[in-house]
Nanobody
Framework: VHLVESGGGLVQPGGSLRLSCAASGFTFSIYAMGWVRQAPEKGLEWVSTISNGGSNAIYADSVKGRFTISRDNAKNIVYLQMDSLKPEDTAVYYC?????????????WGQGTQVTVSS
């Protein structure tokens, strides 16, 4: 299993970023996928999970209405569109593969991409 995130960077409050995660080494379309994040000196925080087919998605309350998760099973990529970014969204964002479906935990993570929200 190989997960490679991209798209992080520095953005001003209120701005947007789109993260991408390229997956390989497993049958992507079978598994739910998601994103977690870790802010400086804090633990891991679950952000969002999307079902294998992309029809169902769930979000943490802290990002609901601002972030949108999606996936392209033809390209083996999962995305996280982040809008109306706040300084408290600053974190390393990790793509994660679910053990199976949207109700299960994750068993693989990528190396992460840094998102910094600051003026």
């Amino acid at each position: 299993v190989h997960l490679v995130e991209s798209g992080g960077g520095l953005v001003q409050p209120g701005g947007s970023l789109r993260l991408s995660c390229a997956a390989s080494g497993f049958t992507f379309s079978i598994y739910a996928m998601g994103w977690v994040r870790q802010a400086p000196e804090k633990g891991l925080e679950w952000v969002s999970t999307i079902s294998n087919g992309g029809s169902n998605a769930i979000y943490a309350d802290s990002v609901k209405g601002r972030f949108t998760i999606s996936r392209d099973n033809a390209k083996n990529i999962v995305y996280l569109q982040m809008d109306s970014l706040k300084p408290e969204d600053t974190a390393v964002y990790y793509c994660a593969k679910a053990q199976y479906d949207i109700t299960t935990g994750y068993n693989y993570w990528g190396q992460g991409t840094q998102v910094t929200v600051s003026s």
